[in-house]
């Protein structure tokens, strides 16, 4: 790219450069969920000119979340989620492809979605679905980025991926116990913001091949108290 094009600052860091920006041109990234930690993950790939996103979520765009699912507007309530997430996206930078993929990601077509991609990022909401993303992404050698939010606390992990092959099974083996748990639902905007920049950032490192990821380690903040820390898994 020339001086002052999309991309400059970007392709100025040593560690991108223009190199790892086709990188990140050539990248298929799968977002499974399209909501309050898919809504920054989205944004800020796209914005980093990953080539092509692929966005599931069978849900559609409500009041009660435009707090934290900052991809959408008041006058898209009621719009499937992915048909609105694309229109932004798209609006924000038009050299990515963007696919919508309102459906749920089951058993049934979760194979075939992750071996379409480079990166799975887990930006869901239930158990259920992150055990079937997770066993895809081992089964397959995928690269998934987990994240998880509630309240003022969230987490993220690199699994599936080297040097520290781990998988989400290692990190939650207690499968029935997860499933039985009813998930809070209380959450502020501000910690979707932050857990999903921090996942797409670990994207950004899968891609270009720089710094540490978070594979095989677990890492958590709490915004109350701004203490994070990072767990080997």
């Known amino acids: 790219m020339p001086p002052g094009g999309r991309y400059a600052r970007q392709e100025a860091l040593a560690e ?9 041109r050539r990248a298929r990234v799968l977002v499974v969920g399209a909501g309050g930690l898919g809504s920054p993950v ?3 790939l796209a914005g980093a000119g990953v080539g092509r996103l692929t966005l599931v979520d069978d849900d559609v765009v409500s009041l009660s979340n435009l707090h934290r699912q900052v991809l959408y507007a008041e006058n898209e309530v009621g719009r499937a989620k992915v048909e609105a997430a694309r229109s932004r996206l798209l609006s924000l ?3 990515v492809e963007v696919e919508a993929c309102g459906v749920r990601l089951t058993a049934d077509n979760a194979v075939a979605l992750v071996q379409a991609h480079d990166v799975v990022v887990d930006a869901c909401d239930n158990y259920a679905t992150r055990y079937v993303v997770g066993d895809a992404c081992a089964a397959w050698g995928k690269p998934y980025v987990y994240g998880a939010i509630e309240g003022f606390r969230g987490q993220v992990a690199v699994l599936c991926a080297a040097p520290r092959f781990r998988t989400y099974r290692d990190l939650f083996p ?3 116990a997860l499933r039985a748990m009813r998930p809070f639902k209380g959450v502020a905007g501000m910690t979707a913001a932050v857990v999903g920049g921090v996942q797409a ?3 950004m490192k899968l891609v270009c091949g720089y710094g540490e990821t978070l594979a095989g380690r677990l890492w958590t903040i709490d915004l109350r108290t701004m203490e994070s820390y990072v767990l080997d898994i």
């Open 16 to 24: 991108i450069g223009v190199g790892g920006q086709e990188k990140l």
């Open 201 to 203: 950032h670990e994207v």
């Open 42 to 44: 989205a944004l800020y």
């Open 93 to 95: 930078n038009s050299e």
């Open 174 to 176: 207690d499968e029935a």
